[in-house]
């Protein structure tokens, strides 16, 4: 029996949480079609946890993985918020917004007790992370219920060290792949790795399932995945333009147009790298700036000019998350794109 039937899928393909661009209807679509779907929790209040839980559990719709992120929540720096403040104001001043006015507040919970009492009475069968692993007492609690643990890692140490702390399997997550980058051992973007590379090393290194994530779209790329060790595959872009996604309608239109092809790893938008489709803020800033605020403080900046820029119909301050294969975004049900990917597991 394989590490994802013994949790009750039918196939060994993961749905990426992707906060903000989706919620529970496409965690649910995906967990019906076979896969395991996924509910992004960083930006939910424990509240919203559970109403998003229930709705799951409602739908009746099997296994379920819910995610979080395991950052430190960083200190207030008006040094560094002077600066950021500075490199914005040409966009606010182009947008007839206030710098005075930008709110405080960091859009992204770090994952503590009150988010574990939420997702408790549900008992997810699967609990993922980004940024490592939560305190020891936390990854207790939820080993206590039976969960799955998984993190991601997107170097070989990250890897060894997620399996010397207690995670049950881990996500190899390539530099292709969209969103924040995982990392939480080194902040050198140079030590990391493209999937192909990454995965075989960290499937030599590791004594626990890996599954494959960065670059995954169609049953190819399932079925190279699998030859080169993985036990699953993760898939997050190709699910973006799906009907059960939220993803903006800014966002599908970008997904599915050429500008897809360019995309790049960028502090703007939250403090931390992540890849998204180039944005006219992007280009204008460059991707990594020093100005930026601490993860996840930038985004509170951010979030004015996103607003207005999107209420004239324009992406240029969006984040338009997305990996370097944006090629099967289509739109069509989540469970059509499982089915696709399935065929790679059957090759």
């Not at 940024?131 to 998984?150: C, E, Q, Y």
């Not at 993760?234 to 997904?255: D, I, K, N, W």
Request: with cysteine; glycine share 10%.
């Amino acid at each position: 029996m394989t590490w994802t039937t013994t949790l009750g899928l039918r196939w060994p393909i993961l749905q990426a949480p992707m906060a903000g661009a989706q919620d529970s209807a496409l965690a649910i679509a995906v967990s019906r079609a076979g896969g395991l779907g996924a509910l992004p929790g960083a930006m939910l209040s424990p509240e919203g946890l559970a109403a998003e839980l229930e709705a799951i559990r409602a739908a009746g719709a099997g296994p379920i993985n819910v995610n979080a992120f395991c950052h430190s929540e960083p200190a207030p720096d008006p040094e560094r918020q002077a600066r950021w403040q500075a490199a914005l104001a040409p966009w606010y001043a182009e947008f007839g917004l206030d710098l005075e006015t930008v709110p405080e507040g960091a859009g992204r919970r770090p994952f503590d007790h009150a988010a574990c009492d939420a997702i408790k009475p549900y008992r997810p069968e699967v609990v993922s992370f980004h940024f490592g692993l939560p305190a020891p007492d936390l990854l207790a609690r939820i080993k206590a219920w039976g969960a799955t643990v998984l993190s991601s890692a997107t170097t070989v140490a990250e890897a060894r060290w997620l399996e010397a702390h207690g995670a049950d399997a881990v996500i190899a997550q390539g530099l292709e792949a969209g969103g924040h980058r995982g990392h939480f051992l080194s902040d050198d973007l140079t030590r990391q790795m493209g999937t192909l590379a990454l995965l075989p090393q960290i499937r030599q290194a590791v004594n626990l399932p890996v599954i494959a994530a960065g670059g995954i779209a169609d049953a190819r790329g399932v079925a190279a995945a699998l030859a080169l060790g993985a036990d699953a595959v993760q898939v997050g872009t190709a699910f973006l333009c799906c009907p059960e996604s939220r993803a903006s309608t800014l966002h599908r239109e970008a997904l599915m147009s050429e500008g897809a092809r360019h995309t790049a790893l960028t502090n703007l938008y939250s403090g931390r790298p992540a890849r998204g489709i180039v944005t006219r803020l992007v280009r204008e800033l460059g991707p990594i700036s020093e100005a930026v605020p601490a993860f996840p403080l930038a985004g509170a900046a951010i979030a004015p000019l996103r607003a207005a820029a999107e209420a004239r119909g324009l992406g240029d301050a969006s984040p338009l998350w997305a990996g370097q294969n944006a090629s099967r975004c289509r739109a069509v049900p989540a469970a059509e794109v499982v089915r696709e990917l399935a065929r790679g597991v059957e090759r």
